[in-house]
T-cell receptor
Framework: GEDVEQSLFLSVREGDSSVINCTYT??????LYWYKQEPGAGLQLLTY?????DMKQDQRLTVLLNKKDKHLSLRIADTQTGDSAIYFCAETPTGGGNKLTFGTGTQLKVEL | DTAVSQTPKYLVTQMGNDKSIKCEQNLGHDTMYWYKQDSKKFLKIMFSYNNKELIINETVPNRFSPKSPDKAHLNLHINSLELGDSAVYFC????????????FGQGTRLTVV
């Protein structure tokens, strides 16, 4: 199956860390991604991780991958109001070539 | 310059009409896609083209017909529009056959009344 699940909402205070979680079912996934969608806009690729990695850090973003549990997370340090958006995890399964399967999306709200 | 551009941004039309959405990318990418985002923000791939050739067709009704006149363009034509077609349609492109570096357009909000 190709189900990718995320919690729908997350609310954090400005300056705190945000952790957005994602679970997937396709164990053959080779690449896993995080995209950001601001209101009325398209999707912006934030970062991605190869399935043979456990962690990837890119400035304020940290991606953790637990392949055994099929769990992916995105941590945003020092969350800012500009981080308010919908965050989608996505996967590209082996043999899926150029097909992205998206999660259900998590709406992040950053409060002052 | 916009990397992936779609027109129109908004489209309101009556049931039964035929409409087209255009997409162009100036990134020199080989692969282009159409995704549909429903009212619950769920995103699903519809089509993928690689160098003008159809690669993926994800159980989309045949009222939807993509056309790729060249690798920089992927248009979406929809016949006999239905209420359930109301959604935001996103065009995207990527340099190779992996979706990793997919660049998305701003979306076309289609409303069928």
């Amino acid at each position: 199956g190709e189900d990718v699940e995320q919690s729908l909402f997350l609310s954090v205070r400005e300056g705190d860390s945000s952790v957005i979680n994602c679970t997937y079912t396709d164990s053959s996934s080779t690449y896993l991604y995080w995209y950001k969608q601001e209101p009325g806009a398209g999707l912006q690729l934030l970062t991605y991780i190869f399935s043979n990695m456990d962690m990837k850090q890119d400035q304020r973003l940290t991606v953790l991958l637990n392949k055994k549990d099929k769990h992916l997370s995105l941590r945003i340090a020092d969350t800012q109001t500009g981080d308010s958006a919908i965050y989608f995890c996505a996967e590209t399964p082996t043999g899926g070539g150029n097909k992205l399967t998206f999660g259900t999306g998590t709406q992040l709200k950053v409060e002052l | 310059d916009t990397a992936v551009s779609q027109t129109p941004k908004y489209l309101v039309t009556q049931m039964g009409n035929d409409k087209s959405i255009k997409c162009e990318q100036n990134l020199g990418h080989d692969t282009m896609y159409w995704y549909k985002q429903d009212s619950k923000k769920f995103l699903k791939i519809m089509f993928s083209y690689n160098n003008k050739e159809l690669i993926i067709n994800e159980t989309v009704p045949n009222r939807f017909s993509p056309k790729s006149p060249d690798k920089a363009h992927l248009n979406l034509h929809i016949n006999s529009l239905e209420l359930g077609d109301s959604a935001v349609y996103f065009c995207a492109s990527s340099p190779g056959s992996w979706g990793a570096e997919a660049f998305f357009g701003q979306g076309t909000r289609l409303t069928v009344v």
